[in-house]
T-cell receptor, first 113, second 114 residues
Framework: QKEVEQDPGPLSVPEGAIVSLNCTYSNSAFQYFMWYRQYSRKGPELLMYTYSSGNKEDGRFTAQVDKSSKYISLFIRDSQPSDSATYLCAMTPRAGNNRKLIWGLGTSLAVNP | NAGVTQTPKFRILKIGQSMTLQCAQDMNHNYMYWYRQDPGMGLKLIYYSVGAGITDKGEVPNGYNVSRSTTEDFPLRLELAAPSQTSVYFC?????????????FGPGTRLTVL
């Protein structure tokens, strides 16, 4: 079993839809949870991060962590064509890992006008 | 700040050739990483460094070597290139004091080995 599981998609939605992206993980030591966005032929860039459990909101994006279920989500409200990208989840324990991240495979999202 | 820069952007190698992928960052970050990304396979860590003079293997180090003589530079060396090393290579850096463990990525090098 992989440490982090993420459905690669592709996911195709109409403009304005609410998008839900998810990852599950097996290591209960993970404390920092991140979502990166990667546009085609570009490097990933950090979109959201959360520490431990709870929700974090930034504009149209909400990151949610449920440590009891070992499940994280990224919600995109009022999705736009510019949100079309691959979304990668990443996570790491509290300390001692030299900042190495454990990555999901990424979910490809297409928002259609 | 330029952030993380990588050269070259594209390269085609013949089997058995060698090359060095260059990576530089101007953010004074302690941590630097090399990843490869293959379709459907996600990001795989090749090597990483926690500071000048210190490097360590990641998940897929075979066929690669690194050095870190300065804080800014972290070159990746491919010896005896093989078709299995055809991939997109990303360099990333991160700050030891960052509360978010954020990694900043370069634009990538697309390598084809024929």
């Amino acid at each position: 079993q992989k440490e982090v599981e993420q459905d690669p998609g592709p996911l195709s939605v109409p403009e304005g839809a609410i998008v839900s992206l998810n990852c599950t993980y097996s290591n209960s030591a993970f404390q920092y949870f991140m979502w990166y966005r990667q546009y085609s032929r570009k490097g990933p860039e950090l979109l959201m991060y959360t520490y431990s459990s709870g929700n974090k909101e930034d504009g149209r994006f909400t990151a949610q962590v449920d440590k009891s279920s070992k499940y994280i989500s990224l919600f995109i409200r009022d999705s736009q064509p510019s949100d079309s990208a691959t979304y990668l989840c990443a996570m790491t324990p509290r300390a001692g890992n030299n900042r190495k991240l454990i990555w999901g495979l990424g979910t490809s999202l297409a928002v259609n006008p | 700040n330029a952030g993380v820069t990588q050269t070259p952007k594209f390269r085609i190698l013949k089997i058995g050739q060698s090359m060095t992928l260059q990576c530089a960052q101007d953010m004074n970050h302690n941590y630097m990483y090399w990843y490869r990304q293959d379709p459907g396979m996600g990001l795989k860590l090749i090597y990483y460094s926690v500071g000048a003079g210190i490097t360590d293997k990641g998940e897929v180090p075979n066929g690669y070597n690194v050095s870190r003589s300065t804080t800014e530079d972290f070159p990746l060396r491919l010896e005896l290139a093989a078709p299995s090393q055809t991939s997109v290579y990303f360099c990333a850096s991160g700050s030891r004091t960052s509360g978010s463990s954020e990694q900043f990525f370069g634009p990538g090098t697309r390598l084809t080995v024929l």
